[in-house]
């Protein structure tokens, strides 16, 4: 199964994307966590990555596309993928078109989670996530067990550095330019559903399973 999710930061893509794979059985593959995970690490690639991500902005597509290109050849992507962030771009899209095609994984499913400017607001200022193994809370929404402290591994929990208001319309000023092309993009091959995604979690999930089960 080849999937895509997308919509603006807070549409709850991460929280939805850990209930396809349970249900489903294919990995996360989440473009924003791959270049957390490579500026903790300290790497190259997250050096470069570093600045545009700090001030909300797109990381160059060539960078990117090279990166999931990598990512769908491991063995764990046989069965499919569930990508997450990417693509973000027309660019990245039409790319993304000729990697899938080349190594036979094809878009199978885009769902496009659809919320508010002022839903967003609340669930983006109200996140936390554990920097040590990245599982995400909300202070009211999904708070941890004990305040500050990861449930999984116990780390310290950080507000992420681009979770702020400020950049929150930053971001969805670039979803708007540059994301929503995309979704047009795949909307001309019929593959997209648009789901509301201001609705409780097991509701926007249970749109999400009746969208899959039309994969063909
Ligand atoms: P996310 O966790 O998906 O909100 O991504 C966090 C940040 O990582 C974004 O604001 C971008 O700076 C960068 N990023 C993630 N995915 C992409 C992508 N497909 N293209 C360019 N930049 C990306």
Redesign the pocket.
């Known amino acids: 199964m080849n999937i895509l999710i997308m919509g603006p930061?807070g549409a709850g893509k991460g929280t939805m994307s850990d209930l396809i794979l349970k249900e489903y059985d294919i990995p996360h593959i989440?473009?924003?966590?791959m270049?957390r995970e490579n500026v903790r690490n300290n790497t190259e690639l997250g050096k470069e990555?570093k600045s545009?991500?700090d001030a909300?902005?797109?990381?160059p597509d060539d960078v990117?596309n090279a990166m999931v290109e990598k990512r769908l050849q491991e063995p764990d992507c046989q069965k499919g993928y569930l990508l997450d962030?990417?693509?973000?771009?027309l660019v990245?899209a039409k790319a993304f078109a000729e990697i899938s095609e080349k190594i036979g994984k094809p878009v199978q499913s885009v769902i496009a989670l659809e919320v508010g400017l002022d839903v967003l607001e609340e669930r983006i200022t109200g996140r936390r996530i554990c920097p040590k193994c990245g599982a995400i809370y909300h202070i009211h929404n999904k708070p941890s067990k004990v305040e500050g402290k990861c449930d999984v591994c116990g780390s310290d929990l950080v507000q992420r550095k681009?979770d702020t208001i400020e950049q929150l319309k930053v971001?969805m000023d670039e979803y708007e330019k540059s994301t929503k092309p995309v979704i047009d993009f795949y909307a001309e091959s019929g593959v997209v559903t648009e789901i509301n995604a201001a609705e409780k979690p097991e509701v926007v999930f249970g749109h999400i399973k009746d969208a899959l089960s039309k994969i063909q």
Do not use: C, E, H, N
């Open positions: 930061a989440s473009t924003g966590d270049l990555a545009y991500m909300g902005k797109l990381v990117i962030g990417f693509p973000r771009t990245q681009d971001r």
